[in-house]
Every structure is written in structure tokens, then in C-alpha cells.
């Protein structure tokens, strides 16, 4: 369905201050707003988003990529090129990054049933990574896939496909280590909002047939690359 029709682009913004101050007691507030229940959507079309910055510079490029979650063709791409807001900090990566998807989000015109975020969800010091700020910003469905551990503990799973262990912070299940390709490492897969921690994991596994990303990601990455490079001749 058209953006416009479904969320309020601005309205969405405004969960994104343009500076850290406060930040961590904003992420615990709107922590609470997650919802970890069963999905109330049938799931057609998946977003997956990545952005790529300009060496150690704040510029950026950003994508994202809608594709058919049977036929895994690309129905819609968006892009956005600026400047981030706010310095890489760990554990405030959405008030970075979130911003710029919103906007690549809005310029797909079209919303998707669930949101795939190169970062994590629930798998964070205060519960409310990436995955989790966008998903409350936009009222979508949300699911983080983090490449690289944030925080907590676990075991490594057995090295066939579609092996996971309990990824677990502070005596609580925040997310699941993933094995995707046989022998590759795995990947973490965390609730943003709107969606069980096995939905999720399936949902990932099913989107990843070939490669250690799901595609969705994956080809928002392949796209912010070939922009990066583009930029740079």
C-alpha cells in the first residue's frame, strides 16, 4: 500500500532527536512499546536496508529494497544520499541510521509488511536496537539481524544450516545465533517489534537460501556499494 496511506513519514521522524542527549532514558521509554507477540499480518513483501559511509566521514548513502517474499524477486528500490546527524556512538546506532531509512523508506512509496535492519533489535543494552526504533517509529513489523555480537552470550551453533543457540543478556533471552550457510559464522537475529523470536529466525533463515545475509540486506548492501563507489570516481 502507498506510504502515505499506512504512516505518517513525519510523525515517524520525530522518534529521532537529532542529538544524543538523552538518549539512552528515550530508548528505555520506547522500549516499552515493543511488542514481542505473533505476527497479525500475512507476510508478502520484506525490506531489507543498509546505508554505507564515505570512509571515517559522517557523509552517507542508503538504501533500501522491497522483494517478494515467495518469488524473492525486487519489486522497489530507494536511495538517499546526506550527511548523518548525530557520531557513531555503540548502542545509539538508530539515532544515526534510523533517520536516513525513514527517508529511503518514505521515498519507496510503498510499505512493506516487514522491515529487515542490518543492526540489531531486542539484542541490546537497553533493549531497543536499530530494528526496535524503526519498527515503533513506523508501526512495522521489524526483525534485527546483527552481523557482529552487541551484547550477551552463546553457544556456537552446530555448523549445518539453520542450526541456532539461545542468544542470552543478563539472564534474558534477547535473540538467537543463526547459522545460515554451513560452516559460516551466524548471524543474530533479534525481534524489532511485531513479530516472535522463532518467526523471526524462520523468517530470516527462509530469506537467506544462498548467502550468509538475507537477501533482502543483501542487496540493499550490493546497491549503497555501487553508489559509494559511483560517488567516488
Known sequence: MPLSDSIDSEAARAFFPGALEGAAELQRLLAARVV???LRR???T?????LAYHGATDSFHVAVVLIDLKSRETIATATHTGRAAV????????????????????RLGVEPDILLCDGHGRAHPRRFGLACHLGVA?????IGVGKSLLVGTYREPSAKRGASTALVHRG?????????????????????????????????LRLSPRFRVPEPIRRAHSLVTALRRKAAE
Open 172 to 204: 534474558e533471552l534477547v535473540g538467537r545465533a543463526l547459522r545460515t550457510r554451513d560452516g559460516v559464522k551466524p548471524v543474530f537475529v533479534s525481534v524489532g517489534t511485531g513479530i516472535t523470536l522463532e518467526q523471526a529466525v524462520a523468517l530470516v
Open 46 to 50: 520484506v525490506m531489507g536496508a543498509d
Open 87 to 106: 557520531p557513531y556512538v555503540p548502542g545509539f546506532l538508530s539515532f544515526r541510521e534510523g533517520p536516513p531509512v525513514i527517508e529511503a523508506l518514505a
Open 42 to 44: 500475512e507476510i508478502r
Open 36 to 38: 514481542e507477540a505473533p
Open 138 to 142: 513506523t508501526e512495522i513489523p521489524s
